[in-house]
């Protein structure tokens, strides 16, 4: 089949260079020059693991091809993505459609036969009623359908989630085009995965609420954690306990730092956003984003609990920047609030992550990002295991640190207490206060 992936970042690359994969003639648009130039020579704009090799071989198969020229894309394709981000705004914490509209308006000046323009793009519900209205604003003759095609990989995991995803929802009542994606989706349902349909708002929904409800989740289990602090508790057992109940599932159940990434931040303030505008109180996702941001707080305390208040000069190792390992993205990283709030207060910041140094950390001061793990900790006072990189998971803290008195804050709980305590580091984890 011929597609089109209208924005090729995370969501719009990874679908279509997968897309590709299963056989099918993929066009990746973009309006940024440098990335399209970038992607023909091989160069990946994401850390990303698996996509660098999939990219060389379906672009060498000429399945895959890279253009900044919509009209020819948009002409040749019987199947249109929009993968366009849809931040939030700044000022009203609803999704900025602009780059979104801006896609419709360029396949309503395109259109030449009967297309599917599918939103990949996490879009609020009726969207695609406004995507419809201005596409038929254009083209009074013209047959189109469009759809809601929810995206739900995860950014590190995200090939193995796109070609094994736990369910593909589409939303139209088209049948169709209902026909058309479920035979460009039958590779991949053909395996394991469930072939939803349902209606257009039901599938834009569903993508809100499963997001709001994954972040309900960690929410949880963060405050939990805090209660296990308190009575010495620990909170993995906690989420194995009940993880292993199949009603709850012991994914998203683990505790550590307030959550964030590309989606659970913006996601459901507009989720709280369509609601209110909808004159409904969805106050426990209101108080899910409420406890997400006091938990970056939360933790800057228990940092000063554990090292002082007076952190001047203090050396502090960050180990992992990125809100989650096997990404580069920093988009909400709680990083991004202690950092800064530490360098300002006057301590030395020494990082290290496997995605490499980040420009965003340029800025601040007294931050300074090492290659290796070991110059990262060498004599610092505090190491903050802040992501949970595999290569932070077998660390012999003392060899690498080579002083005495140091501290380790574990804020994924990787290592034990009680084998910590018994080499003689001074250890702090989430929701464990053995020592
Ligand atoms: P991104 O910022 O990485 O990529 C968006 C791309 O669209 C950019 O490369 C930008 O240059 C391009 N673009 C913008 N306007 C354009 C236009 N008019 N023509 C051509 N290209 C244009 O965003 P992303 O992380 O891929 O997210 C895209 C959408 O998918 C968002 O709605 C997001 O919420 C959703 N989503 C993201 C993830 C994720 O893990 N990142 C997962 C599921 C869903």
């Not at 609803?94 to 509209?101: G, I, N, Q, R, S």
């Amino acid at each position: 089949m011929k597609i089109c992936m209208i924005g090729t970042g995370y969501v719009g690359l990874v679908s279509g260079v997968c897309f590709s994969d299963l056989g099918n003639s993929v066009v990746c648009i973009d309006n940024n020059k440098t990335k399209i130039e970038n992607l023909k020579k091989g160069v990946i704009p994401i850390y990303e693991p698996g996509l660098q090799e999939l990219v060389t071989k379906n672009y060498k198969a000429n399945r895959l091809n890279f253009t900044t020229d919509l009209k020819d894309a948009i002409k040749n394709s019987a199947v249109i993505f929009i993968c366009v981000g849809t931040p939030a705004k700044k000022k009203s914490n609803t999704a900025d459609l602009k780059y979104v509209f801006q896609a419709a308006n360029l396949i309503a000046k395109n259109i030449n036969k009967y297309k599917i323009i599918v939103t990949k793009s996490t879009v609020p519900v009726t969207t695609c009623d406004k995507i419809e209205k201005i596409i038929k604003s254009k083209n009074k003759k013209k047959k189109f359908d469009v759809i809601s095609n929810p995206e739900f990989l995860r950014e590190g995991e995200a090939i193995r989630d796109f070609f094994y995803p736990d369910r593909v929802v589409v939303g139209t009542k088209s049948k169709k085009a209902n026909k058309i994606m479920k035979s460009l989706y039958l590779p991949i349902i053909k395996k394991d995965s469930r072939y939803f349909n349902t209606s257009r708002r039901g599938a834009e929904m569903i993508k809100y609420a499963s997001n709001a409800f994954l972040a309900t989740k960690i929410s949880y289990i963060n405050e939990l954690a805090n209660l296990c602090e308190k009575t010495s508790v620990d909170i993995k057992d906690v989420s194995m306990g009940m993880g292993l109940d199949q009603r709850i599932g012991e994914r998203f159940l683990r505790a550590g730092p307030a959550y964030g990434g590309s989606c659970f931040p913006k996601d459901t303030r507009a989720l709280v956003y369509t609601a209110d505008k909808f004159k409904i109180n969805l106050s426990i996702v209101k108080n899910v984003i409420k406890s997400n941001e006091n938990r970056k707080n939360l933790l800057l305390q228990k940092i000063h609990n554990i090292i002082g208040k007076n952190i001047k000069k203090k050396k502090i190792t960050f180990l992992g920047v990125t809100f989650k390992p096997n990404t580069d993205d920093m988009r909400e990283a709680s990083s991004l609030k202690m950092i800064p709030y530490l360098s300002k207060k006057g301590a030395l910041i020494n990082y290290n992550d496997p995605s490499g140094k980040k420009n965003i950390l340029d800025k601040i001061k007294n931050v300074k990002f090492h290659k290796n793990i070991s110059s990262a900790c060498y004599k610092t006072d505090l190491i903050i295991i802040h992501t949970e990189w595999n290569d932070f998971k077998s660390l012999n803290f003392k060899n690498l640190v080579k002083k005495k008195n140091f501290i380790v804050y574990d804020m994924r709980n990787i290592y034990s207490p009680e084998k910590m305590f018994k080499n003689k580091i001074k250890y702090f984890g989430i929701g464990r206060s053995l020592v």
